[in-house]
């Protein structure tokens, strides 16, 4: 089984920290770095071919990845 982690306790930097490095380990090095965008979400983008879903079926084109944080409410 694998690790779980309570997410809850994070802030929105080490979330977006979280979503960059998915998207990396992903898609590969050609993604950006995220900024804030105009609703508070973050932006990312990555271009070109890509080892997902695996590294058989590579997917090419233009991916547009969005993260939200929202604090839990307590």
Same mark, same amino acid.
């Given at each position: 089984m694998a690790d779980s982690y309570d997410l809850s306790k994070l802030g929105p930097e080490p979330f977006e920290?979280?979503?960059n490095f998915l998207a990396l380990k992903t898609l590969g090095l050609g993604s +950006?770095?995220?900024g804030p965008?105009?609703?508070g979400g973050r932006d990312g983008y990555f271009e070109g071919?890509?080892?997902y879903? +695996?590294?058989t079926e590579r997917w090419k084109g233009v991916w547009y990845v969005q993260s939200k944080f929202h604090k839990p409410q307590r």
């Open positions: 920290n979280i979503v +950006s770095g995220f965008g105009a609703d071919e890509a080892p879903p +695996s590294e």
